[in-house]
């Protein structure tokens, strides 16, 4: 993939991700056909993928101070977010650590809308915002990859280092590398996550992790570190995890507090928020 097809697809490309997608776009597939386009992945998911501009008091959410959920992460003046929805975007909830935080979404083609706070799901660390008005972007189709296998490939958008300055994302690309349950001392979802060699760097979290067909199969969320290697992962958050908090976003209920699963006869209670509802 050349810089100038990256542009096309309306895309930043990273520093060294154009070196990492030539071999893999020029691979060929039977009878000598390209065995698949990053260009056209990218020209597929990226519209979706949009910068999310943040200020605020610059105090920390109460809860957040309480669970220290953003393990030694600086605050955020942006991100990256995903729309899902003519007026919804989701994000990681590293940009609604303010008290009071005030949202700019940014799509592709430069426009710029206000949002609001429409959800906060601390347990999967998964916040919603509400635009102000109706999104030119057009919402990502979302999979649960559940034929998405390690080894398969898989490209990050997102907006590292706050480089997206006109709304174009960027994009790494990496393997699957595994479905994993992270062992880190660091209170973070306790689920199933995507383990990912797909570069993930400050500001990439709220981004989208997609198959080759375009489809987003996970939340990009900052990196981990493991307890007993030291290593930090790169990981996302699968849609089934993050897909309730859409929901309930659009439903506009109020959070129960507690996170569960499905179990023999209705849902296993998993964990419950402290100081919340339940």
């Known amino acids: 993939m050349t810089a100038r097809e990256a542009a096309a697809a309306g895309v930043l490309v990273a520093a060294g991700a154009?070196?990492?997608?030539?071999?893999?776009?020029?691979?060929?597939?039977?009878?000598?056909?390209?065995?698949?386009?990053?260009?056209?992945?990218?020209?597929?998911a990226a519209p979706a993928v949009v910068r999310i501009e943040v200020t605020g008091s610059g105090r920390p959410r109460a809860a957040f101070a309480r669970r220290v959920l953003f393990r030694a992460i600086a605050p955020r003046e942006g991100g990256a977010g995903v729309v899902v929805d003519r007026d919804l975007v989701v994000t990681h909830a590293t940009l609604a650590a303010d008290a009071a935080p005030r949202f700019v979404v940014v799509t592709g083609d430069g426009a710029r809308v206000a949002a609001t706070l429409a959800r906060l799901d601390l347990d999967r660390e998964v916040a919603v915002l509400r635009t102000a008005g109706p999104l030119a972007a057009p919402p990502a189709r979302l999979d649960a990859g559940a034929a998405l296998a390690p080894g398969h490939h898989v490209v990050a958008l997102g907006d590292p280092f706050g480089v997206a300055r006109d709304g174009q994302g960027t994009a790494t690309l990496g393997v699957l590398e595994g479905?994993?349950?992270?062992?880190?001392?660091?209170?973070?979802?306790?689920?199933?996550?995507?383990l990912t060699s797909a570069a993930v760097n400050p500001g990439s979290e709220g981004g989208a992790l997609v198959d080759l067909e375009g489809r987003v199969v996970g939340l990009v969320c900052p990196l981990a570190r493991d307890r007993r290697s030291g290593a930090l992962h790169?990981?996302?958050?699968?849609?089934?995890?993050?897909?309730?908090?859409?929901?309930a976003a659009r439903r506009g209920g109020g959070a129960l507090g507690l996170t569960g699963r499905p179990g023999p006869g209705g849902v296993v209670v998993e964990r419950v928020a402290q100081d919340g509802p339940a």
């Open 18 to 44: 154009v070196a990492a997608l030539s071999p893999l776009a020029a691979a060929r597939g039977a009878g000598g056909a390209p065995a698949w386009e990053a260009g056209a992945v990218i020209a597929r």
């Open 179 to 194: 479905r994993a349950t992270l062992q880190t001392d660091e209170p973070l979802w306790r689920g199933e996550v995507l």
């Open 234 to 247: 790169g990981h996302a958050l699968p849609v089934a995890a993050f897909a309730p908090v859409i929901e």
